[in-house]
T-cell receptor
Framework: NAGVMQNPRHLVRRRGQEARLRCSPM?????VYWYRQLPEEGLKFMVY????????ESGMPKERFSAEFPKEGPSILRIQQVVRGDSAAYFC????????????FGPGTRLTVT | AQSVSQHNHHVILSEAASLELGCNYS??????LFWYVQYPGQHLQLLLK??????LVKGIKGFEAEFIKSKFSFNLRKPSVQWSDTAEYFC???????????????FGKGTKLSVKP
């Protein structure tokens, strides 16, 4: 039973480019969560999605960041016009329906903006 | 705003020593409490959680945590650590009666534990 998959594991982008981070939840899970970890910081909640629906985006920056979880395919976290401050590890978690307390985490994507 | 504090950034212990990692949260109310562990090169894994009931919670690998509501604390303990417990430990809290969703976990900054063989 595969766990939460994230790809790529490492992503390097130049300032101004776009970054797309993918997350495939565990089989049978319908909820996805994105967190960001800056150096020397804990994980910060960004967004919580169900398929085709954003439940809570209270942690998403107002500009340049967007997330989706389509009916088919992985969840995507998209960062437009990246800046150096976006360099971080981005973690995705998934949970079964109505079990937000059971979040299983993926290995993360480490984004480096040069 | 809600926050979670972990008192120690890095703890170094010898094998068989006892462990206690502190975790405090900023706001009262009804909370759900978690400890996660990240072993070197691995994913975050849930170690234990508290929702209600007995405030002393037992988790995997001999870990336990005690919820003390009056102190807003949820400290992690293990009587005798092993070299394989070397990892980073994160405390996380979710508030039932805060405006955010149930999925919004607030994490502490983590504590690195190094166990010397």
């Amino acid at each position: 039973n595969a766990g939460v998959m994230q790809n790529p594991r490492h992503l390097v982008r130049r300032r101004g480019q776009e970054a797309r981070l993918r997350c495939s939840p565990m089989k049978g899970h319908s909820h996805v969560y994105w967190y960001r970890q800056l150096p020397e910081e804990g994980l910060k909640f960004m967004v919580y999605l169900q398929k085709e629906n954003i439940i809570d985006e209270s942690g998403m920056p107002k500009e340049r960041f967007s997330a989706e979880f389509p009916k088919e395919g992985p969840s995507i976290l998209r960062i437009q016009q990246v800046v150096r401050g976006d360099s971080a590890a981005y973690f995705c978690a998934s949970s079964p329906r109505d079990r937000e307390d059971e979040q299983y985490f993926g290995p993360g994507t480490r984004l480096t903006v040069t | 705003a809600q926050s979670v504090s972990q008192h120690n950034h890095h703890v170094i212990l010898s094998e068989a020593a006892s462990l206690e990692l502190g975790c405090n949260y900023s706001y009262g109310g009804t909370v759900n409490l978690f400890w996660y562990v990240q072993y070197p090169g691995q994913h975050l894994q849930l170690l234990l959680k508290y929702f209600s009931g007995d405030p002393l919670v037992k988790g995997i690998k001999g870990f336990e945590a005690e919820f003390i509501k009056s102190k807003f604390s949820f400290n992690l303990r293990k009587p005798s650590v092993q070299w394989s417990d070397t990892a980073e430990y994160f405390c996380a809290v979710n508030w039932d009666d805060y405006g955010g969703s149930q999925g919004n976990l607030i994490f502490g900054k983590g504590t690195k534990l190094s166990v010397k063989p």
